[in-house]
Structures are given as C-alpha cells and as structure tokens.
C-alpha cells in the first residue's frame, strides 16, 4: 500500500511543501532518496522492501522532480539535505536506515555528514558528488536518454526508452526533473570539491554498495567513495549497473535490508 503526503517544512531560508509516498504501515523506517531519473526510479524497490520485509519505507521527490515546485533559494545538496533532516523531525522518526541512489547517495551522504541522531545507518548505491581523480563522471546531460542507458544498465536491451511513447506531459515532467537536476548538481557537474572534507566527519556505519557494470561512475569510483566515509564498507554488486533498485531489485534487498537490521537499535515506535 502506498500513501502520499505533503509536509510543509519551515528552514531558515523559507517555506517549503515536500511530498513523500510511504510504501508499507509498520516496521523498521527508510528514508529512500531517488536519483535523477525521479521518483519513480525507487517506488517499485520501494514496493518490494515495504512487501518482503517489515519496513515503512519514505520515498520523498525531490523539489523541482516529478511535477513538483522548487523554490527559487533550494540550489545545492547541501541544502536539500538540510530538507531532509527537516522532514525526519516533522514525520518524527527514529532508527531510520537512510538509502539513496546516484545524485540521491549524494544526498544521503550529506544527510549523514549532518549527524542526526535519528539516523542508525546509511547505505550509498552509485553514489555520486565526489570528484576522483581518473575516474569521470559521466556528462549525463550531454547523453541522449538511448546512450544514458547504454551506460547505466548492465543489460540495456531490457531497459528500452522510447521517447516517442511519452505523453506531452510525461515529456513535460521529464524537462523539470532534467532542469532540476542541473541546478542540485552545481557548478562542478555531479561532483562538489568540498564533499570528502564533511564525509570524513560522518559517525553513522556507511555501507557504500555498487552496480559493477556501472559506467556512469565505476566501481573504482565507488571504492574511492568507500574510502572517503570512515569505516564505511564497499560492497561490489555483479550483473547490474547504475540502478541495482531498477535492475536487479531481489539481489539488492538483503544488501540493504541485511545492513539496515544490522545496525538498528529497534527502539519502540511510539
């Protein structure tokens, strides 16, 4: 069962309403962070979490993504982590296993580095936001959605887009999510140079997990983003790519679940 909502938070910079959808009624809380493909690149492993495991998992959209409206003063990671730490206060959540993928590792890793003690443990798939030398990000902004795919997918004939079955709306929300995007990446494209410094300072157990067949940011990249987190822990995941969640959901769910229960403290939900 999936419930949407919207939260209006309060920051210091301003007012803002973030929808969340929560998959699932009881158990233990996620807090799962979606790349930049929107909201819809987590709600089916979302889904299968909340069904095969006692989980309430919170997938919100990011401001700007999926039809949603960004405020003109929401322009970084940084920031928008801020919003997320916001929103774990507002939904009042404890022990929550923070899990985000791409630009949404980025994210959670700054989610991290911020030290909410409502946060238990923390897992990054394919995470971007680092700058390694050697090892690019791909200019995915650059990349039709064709060759995007042919890069993020260990197996892309499985993965098809065709852009001409979209509605004009669907077109429409791709163009924001793609907008929005470009403005949360920065200046740096995907990789913010100051990153390392504040991920040396996260406390929470990382587990930093991997598509191996990723060729948006590789594995070696991946490892280097293991290294950054101390005593963050580097799981290669074979036969998938950029989006385990979308590609290969069953193999990814004890990855994160296992990690998730592992370090929860199962205080009682009041």
């Known amino acids: 069962?999936?419930?949407?909502?919207?939260?209006?938070?309060?920051?210091?910079?301003?007012?803002?309403?973030?929808?969340?959808?929560?998959?699932?009624?009881q158990g233990h809380p996620f807090l799962l962070l979606h790349g930049g493909g929107g909201p819809q690149t987590v709600a089916p492993f979302a889904g299968l979490l909340a069904e095969q495991r006692p989980a309430r998992v919170f997938t919100p959209v990011h401001p700007g993504f999926g039809g949603t409206v960004r405020p003109d003063w929401l322009?970084?990671?940084?920031?928008?982590?801020?919003?997320?730490?916001?929103?774990?206060?507002?939904?009042?959540?404890?022990?929550?296993?923070?899990?985000?993928?791409?630009?949404?590792?980025?994210?959670?890793?700054?989610?991290?580095?911020?030290?909410?003690?409502?946060?238990?443990?923390?897992?990054?798939?394919?995470?971007?936001?680092?700058?390694?030398?050697?090892?690019?990000?791909?200019?995915?902004?650059?990349?039709?959605?064709?060759?995007?795919?042919?890069?993020?997918?260990?197996?892309?004939?499985?993965?098809?887009?065709?852009?001409?079955?979209?509605?004009?709306?669907?077109?429409?929300?791709?163009?924001?999510?793609?907008?929005?995007?470009?403005?949360?990446?920065?200046?740096?494209?995907?990789?913010?140079?100051t990153l390392p410094d504040r991920l040396a300072k996260i406390a929470h157990p990382t587990r930093v997990a991997w598509g191996a067949s990723d060729q948006v940011v590789d594995a070696d990249y991946g490892r280097a983003y293991a290294q950054a987190v101390p005593g963050a822990e580097f799981r290669l995941l074979e036969g998938t790519g950029h989006m385990p969640q979308i590609e290969t959901p069953e193999q990814l769910l004890p990855v994160v679940w296992d990690f998730a229960d592992a370090h929860a403290t199962h205080r009682p939900q009041h």
């Open 1 to 25: 069962m999936t419930t949407r909502s919207t939260h209006t938070l309060q920051l210091d910079q301003g007012t803002l309403d973030v929808t969340v959808d929560l998959h699932g009624e």
């Open 75 to 193: 322009t970084d990671v940084t920031t928008l982590a801020q919003v997320y730490a916001h929103l774990l206060d507002a939904l009042d959540l404890r022990d929550v296993a923070v899990v985000g993928n791409s630009i949404g590792g980025w994210i959670a890793a700054e989610l991290a580095a911020l030290g909410s003690d409502r946060i238990t443990s923390v897992t990054l798939l394919n995470a971007v936001g680092i700058p390694v030398t050697g090892h690019p990000i791909a200019d995915t902004f650059s990349l039709t959605p064709v060759e995007l795919s042919r890069l993020s997918f260990h197996d892309p004939s499985k993965f098809r887009f065709d852009p001409s079955t979209l509605t004009e709306a669907q077109l429409a929300v791709m163009a924001a999510n793609r907008a929005a995007l470009q403005v949360y990446s920065g200046p740096y494209a995907m990789a913010d140079p």
